[in-house]
Every structure is written in structure tokens, then in C-alpha cells.
């Protein structure tokens, strides 16, 4: 269960987790807390909510989409997979390694390099269909957590600067819910409830009572993690409300602010975080995708097949920049996701 809960944490924290609360948290100054709050509840809440949504039609996807038609279920379905995964949130999965991580540290390795190197890292850790829920959970959600744990507690301890005396936002409460809507938390729920509760009926829970007790605390666990860690980051971000202002780039922001209170050596801290960050949910993108499709396709095309396309196809998007798949994303997800949520409450 713990193992579960902790997988469950790395497949929802993502790179993107890590730059929206710092920069909501700048914006709200003094109302950090009620802007976290909707930030948390638009993200986690939803996608707790999607899972058990996933649970009651027991982890078939296709239950849940069926409401709509065989065919438009499918299609629906379908276009969540592609994304969350190879279209848009895989490649920037590899595109944000490169720029918070790859390219500061080198200052000129190309991106073609430093993406297919990532790529083939997640292609290796995802092949084995059955390991990828004891991976995140044993070796690599560890390591991510205790990363994250010693920023927080740093920027706690040493604040980078004080909160402001006024929000710089016209509205804390829509900014938090539309930081929680961004980070697409909720498509990709839907796809990871299938291994969370296709890992649950394979360790041997076959009962609904006691595979749902099983997902629920799995979810308590994931929950109570991610409270910590975005509060945390949302307080950072708070801390320089009076240093910055809404015009940085987010992903400039946490780097600014690592810096600030670790010097050099955080800055490597939060490269090594953002990679973990972006390899534990690339994998879980990647063993999803693949295994929707392998499904959709009658088995006909190979789960191990799929995975390499899947990752040869990010490498090459993720080329393109962070900036451009997020222009990419925006008119997509603006179609997709009200969809997916009345998917859900249905």
C-alpha cells in the first residue's frame, strides 16, 4: 500500500508541478495559503477523484467512456493518451530536463542529445510492464521526495526574501484553480488509475471492498505527500513576492529562488529533482500509453513495440521547446478536458 501511495505520488509530480505552485505562491503574497489551497484541490482533489471515478468501473476505461458510445468513448480516450502522452505532455517531460537541468549545468549540450539520452533512460525503465509501480515506488519517488524535502526545509529556515504586503493577483482563488487545471493532473489520472488499480488486482486484492480500501489509503498517502511538497513550494514562492513580480518566467522563478538560498549547489539540487520529477511521470506516461493502445489494438501491436515508438516520437517533439508544446497544448486541452471532467462526475 505504501509502495502504491508513493508511486501514485511520482506519476502526479511532474515538472510542471514544480514550477505553478512557486509562481502562484509569488503572486498571492499574503494569500498564499487560500490560492494553495484551490491550487491543491483543482489538482489532487480532481484526480483523486477521476481514480476512484476509474475504480468503481473496474479500472476499464472504456466503462467509464462508454456513456457516450462505443466509438466516441474511444476516440475520447484516445485523444486524452495522446495528451498526456507523446503529443504534448511526454516531449515536455524531456524538453524541461534539457532547460532546467541539462542546459544549465553544460551551457551547450544540444538538445537532440540531452532528450534522446532521457528518452532512452524512461525506454529501459518502462520494457518491463510488471516493474513499473515497484520502481517508482522502491527506488525512485524516495529519492525525489528527500530532494524536494531539503529545498522546502532550507527556504523554511532561511527564507529568500519576505512576503509582500499585497497580492499582485486581481483574483487568488480562479489563479489557484487554473494552476491546478495546467498541470493536466486530471487526464492523466484517468490513465493512471489503470495501473493503479491493475497493480492492486495483480498483488493479489481481488475483492472491491478491499481493493477500493487499498486505492483509497494508496491515495491518502500520494495526498498527504503532495500537501507537504506544494505547500512547501508554494511558501518559497511567497517568501520573494516582494523581489519579483508577475512578468518572470516560472520556470525562471524556482531557479532564482534555489539559487538564492543554496547558491551553485542548488541549482544542481533542483536539476537532479526535475529530472527525477519528469522521469518517474515520463514512465508512468509511457507504460500507460502503451498499454492503452497494445489494448485498443487487440493486442495486435506489441506492448514492448509501442513503448519504443512512443519514446522515439517524444525525442523528436521535445526538440521543439517547452514554449511551443505549451502554444501546442493550450487549444487542445480547451477542448479535451470539460469533457473528461463531466466523464468523471457522470
Known sequence: MIIIG???????FGAGNIIFPPYLGMGSGPEWVPGFICYYMADIGL???AIFALLRN???ISRLTGKIGTVPGKIMVSAIILCIGPCIALPRTGATVHEMFAQPLSGSIPAAVSTSVFFLIVLVLTLRESAVVDILGKFLTPALFAGLLILIIYGVVNPAGEISAESMMDNVIVSGINAGYQTMDVLAAMIFGIII????TEKGYTESRIKSRMVRNAGIIAALLLLIVYGGLTYLGATVSDIYNLRINRSELILNITEALMGRTGVILLG????LACLTTAVALVSASADYFCTLSGRKLSYKLLVIVICVFSAVIANFGIDKIVMLA???LSLIYPGA????IL
Open 6 to 12: 508513493l508511486a501514485l505520488f511520482s506519476m502526479f
Open 47 to 49: 484526480s483523486l477523484i
Open 58 to 60: 473496474e479500472g476499464e
Open 197 to 200: 488499480v491493475k497493480t492492486v
Open 272 to 275: 537532479i529533482i526535475v529530472t
Open 330 to 332: 493550450a487549444p487542445v
Open 341 to 344: 471532467l463531466t466523464l468523471i
